[in-house]
């Protein structure tokens, strides 16, 4: 059973949600010959990305090692009341791949998300994002307020719960080597398209389609996420002035991630203007986000139900 608080400080309401089961990827239809490939412009960099439905705007932004197609039954499921949007960040399959760590940090990401935005005529949106795509949902929140109406993120706590583990938590920084591995000179030459994709070897559709979006991307622009915004040895917790959130938040965690422990969303509450639902997932690992679509999808429908209508 998922654990699931309604944070509205300083009140804490909690909902509870029988499931049974999870679903497997792939289950809904598939949406791959149905969506609309656009492409927006941020300052001479090309950010290729995919549309279905009409109504408020949904943007949704994955991480490493993805691209659009990770939203594929979130494009299914939300396009019949929403425009849902799926990006592919700089340096992944169809997206530009600029060349220097110094073109990937979260100016240049905050910015794209603001273009495809503005490509799509809309002012504002609900944004979305899994891991790598989390953290620069976070980061467009802070930044951009004035074009955020609700923030959704999975499987990444807010910037500075990671910090603060790091600093302090001596797990979160064993559990983070891959990351100090992935800022090491040379890392993207050990990374392969078929490594990468391995674990959507059950449904062979879906791996030849990472497999050639992998193949299609720059292993090198991927792991300069890492070298220009992962926090580096030595840790310290931050403590620059807090810029808070302004929009709704929705966060989803499973709780079996092996890399960013759940220590992190504590406090998260407190950076943030208005309400934080926080629905953390026994047995649901770091992609949750596609391991269990049967319940993220209704909730996530649910909230942004509620929000539209308050």
Do not use: C
Request: hydrophobic share 40%; proline share 6%.
């Amino acid at each position: 059973m998922p654990h699931i608080a309604r944070i509205v400080a300083p009140t804490v309401v909690a909902w509870v949600v029988l499931m049974s089961g999870s679903s497997a990827e792939g289950q809904l239809p598939d949406i791959w010959d149905r969506v609309e490939h656009r492409t927006a412009d941020n300052g001479g960099v090309n950010i290729h990305y995919v549309t279905l439905g009409e109504g408020p705007l949904v943007v949704m932004i994955h991480g490493f090692p993805d691209f659009w197609y990770l939203w594929r039954d979130y494009l299914t499921a939300l396009s019949d009341d929403y425009q849902v949007v799926a990006m592919d960040q700089r340096g992944y399959n169809q997206s530009d791949k600029p060349t220097g760590v110094d073109l990937y940090t979260f100016e240049f990401l905050v910015g794209d998300v603001a273009a495809v935005i503005e490509d799509t005529g809309h002012e504002s949106a609900t944004v979305v994002g899994h891991d790598w795509g989390g953290v620069v949902a976070w980061q467009f929140a802070m930044q951009r307020p004035d074009m955020t109406d609700q923030l959704v993120v999975f499987n990444f706590p807010h910037p500075r719960g990671l910090q603060r583990e790091l600093a302090l938590n001596d797990q979160q920084r064993q559990n983070s080597a891959y990351a100090r591995r992935f800022q090491a000179e040379g890392a993207h030459l050990a990374l392969g398209a078929e490594q990468l994709a391995g674990r959507h070897r059950s449904d062979p559709v879906v791996y030849e389609r990472y497999v050639e979006a992998l193949r299609n991307s720059d292993f090198e622009g991927m792991l300069n996420y890492y070298k220009a915004n992962y926090p580096s040895p030595p840790y310290v917790e931050d403590d620059s002035p807090v810029v808070m959130v302004r929009a709704p938040v929705l966060e989803f965690h499973g709780l079996d991630d092996p890399y960013l422990l759940p220590g992190a969303l504590n406090d998260t509450w407190g950076l943030l203007e208005q309400d934080l639902t926080l629905v953390t997932i026994p047995g649901a690992g770091h992609w949750a986000v596609t391991e269990q679509t049967d319940f993220t999808i209704p909730m996530l429908e649910a909230w942004l139900a509620i929000q539209s209508a308050r």
